[in-house]
T-cell receptor, first 110, second 117 residues
Framework: AAGVIQSPRHLIKEKRETATLKCYPIPRHDTVYWYQQGPGQDPQFLISFYEKMQSDKGSIPDRFSAQQFSDYHSELNMSSLELGDSALYFC?????????FGQGTRLTVV | AQKVTQAQTEISVVEKEDVTLDCVYETRDTTYYLFWYKQPPSGELVFLIRRNSFDEQNEISGRYSWNFQKSTSSFNFTITASQVVDSAVYFCALSESITSGTYKYIFGTGTRLKVLA
């Protein structure tokens, strides 16, 4: 069965650059969650979408934005990158009975 | 293998009753995190609690309380004086480190709580 696809798997950016992370949820899943996980940290909920509308918002910096498109894939846009943005970013696709996380995008800001 | 079991698929209670949601986990790791999430009908996933495997102290937050017992690998969640707004699907989750900086998250299948007025 298809899982949650995140791209790219790894990304290296310099400070002040912009990054875009993509998430393709499981087909027919209409909910996407983004999490940020710093080194040695637990994942932090960033933002979620339900039926292409933002449904909840967590600790997402103002420099970040996200959206869910008509095909339900989601993109997380990160601008003015800082060293502290280096983290593993998870996307989760969710249905009432099961949650599926992508394998994550490892972002390194240098 | 790591596993999270929420044996209760659905629970119905009458408002003001207390209700406990069970969660039993299996893991080989000595360091792990346990979570509870709430998913209301609107669909978002609401983080409720995280518990570090080294912290067995129980926690109370308003009407919510959690009982973590490593001896029985359980992390149960109790809602006191339930309210209709508590109606949701509740997920217990386990995160473990696979490699340095990489984690795997295991959710239970969820318990659907219906609080009747």
């Amino acid at each position: 069965a298809a899982g949650v696809i995140q791209s790219p798997r790894h990304l290296i950016k310099e400070k002040r650059e912009t990054a875009t992370l993509k998430c393709y949820p499981i087909p027919r899943h209409d909910t996407v969650y983004w999490y940020q996980q710093g080194p040695g940290q637990d994942p932090q909920f960033l933002i979620s979408f339900y039926e292409k509308m933002q449904s909840d918002k967590g600790s997402i910096p103002d420099r970040f934005s996200a959206q869910q498109f008509s095909d339900y894939h989601s993109e997380l846009n990160m601008s003015s990158l800082e060293l502290g943005d280096s983290a593993l970013y998870f996307c989760a696709s969710f249905s009432p009975n099961e949650a599926f996380f992508g394998q994550g995008t490892r972002l390194t800001v240098v | 293998a790591q596993k999270v079991t929420q044996a209760q698929t659905e629970i119905s209670v009458v408002e003001k009753e207390d209700v406990t949601l069970d969660c039993v986990y299996e893991t080989r790791d000595t360091t792990y995190y346990l979570f509870w999430y709430k998913q209301p009908p609107s669909g978002e996933l609401v983080f409720l609690i995280r518990r570090n495997s080294f912290d067995e102290q129980n926690e109370i937050s308003g009407r919510y309380s959690w009982n973590f017992q490593k001896s029985t690998s359980s992390f149960n969640f109790t809602i006191t004086a339930s309210q209709v707004v508590d109606s949701a699907v509740y997920f217990c989750a386990l995160s473990e480190s696979i490699t340095s900086g990489t984690y795997k998250y295991i959710f239970g299948t969820g318990t659907r709580l219906k609080v009747l007025a």
